[in-house]
């Protein structure tokens, strides 16, 4: 089992100082789509390259931190990106092009939210596939880490496959 720790936090827009440090569960889904914010990401991931509709609006975000600081300096969460998935929802456009998901500490989404991060702590860790159902197109999940043995129980009852 990994070790819980906290990570900091850092606002880049209006100051550059730590926010008090976070730690796993601080963040969730405020668009009700799924329990877990963590496995949010993972479907987010998921269609990462795949133009989803919210893609222009964190393309913006992601400028306007850049013009404030050089988030490849920070070992930390933004906290501006991590809020901006939280309130993300996903349209059934978005949701039906994810075939295929990978629960892995080098996806992508995570070097968005945290860009030095070393994957060592569990602050990303999935804990529900609830909400799987609004992926229609799922086939598969390659479980490489971050999550628990309940996680992948619900993925094969809802009838997709897991590898590991």
């Known amino acids: 089992m990994r070790k819980e720790i906290e990570i900091p936090v850092v606002e880049c827009l209006g100051k550059t100082e730590f926010e008090p440090y976070i730690k796993k569960g601080d963040f969730i889904d405020k668009s009700?789509?799924?329990e877990d914010y963590n496995f949010k990401l993972?479907?987010?991931d998921a269609i990462w390259n795949e133009n989803p509709s919210f893609e222009e609006a964190y393309?913006?975000?992601r400028a306007k931190v850049r013009e404030n600081c050089d988030i490849y300096d920070l070992?930390?969460?933004i906290k501006e990106f991590a809020e901006f998935f939280?309130?993300?929802?996903?349209?059934d456009e978005d949701?039906?092009?994810?075939?295929?998901m990978t629960f892995d500490g080098g996806n992508e989404i995570y070097c968005q939210l945290h860009p030095n991060w070393d994957g060592e702590d569990?602050?990303?860790?999935?804990?529900?596939?609830?909400g799987i159902e609004k992926l229609p197109n799922l086939n598969c999940v390659d479980a490489v880490a971050m999550y628990t043995d309940e996680v992948l129980?619900?993925?094969t009852k809802a009838g997709i496959e897991v590898t590991e």
């Open 153 to 155: 129980d619900e993925i």
């Open 75 to 77: 070992f930390a969460v």
């Open 59 to 61: 393309q913006e975000l």
């Open 32 to 34: 009700g789509m799924f």
């Open 42 to 44: 993972c479907v987010i």
């Open 122 to 130: 569990e602050i990303f860790d999935i804990t529900s596939a609830k």
């Open 86 to 91: 939280e309130e993300v929802v996903l349209t």
């Open 95 to 100: 949701l039906a092009k994810v075939t295929y």
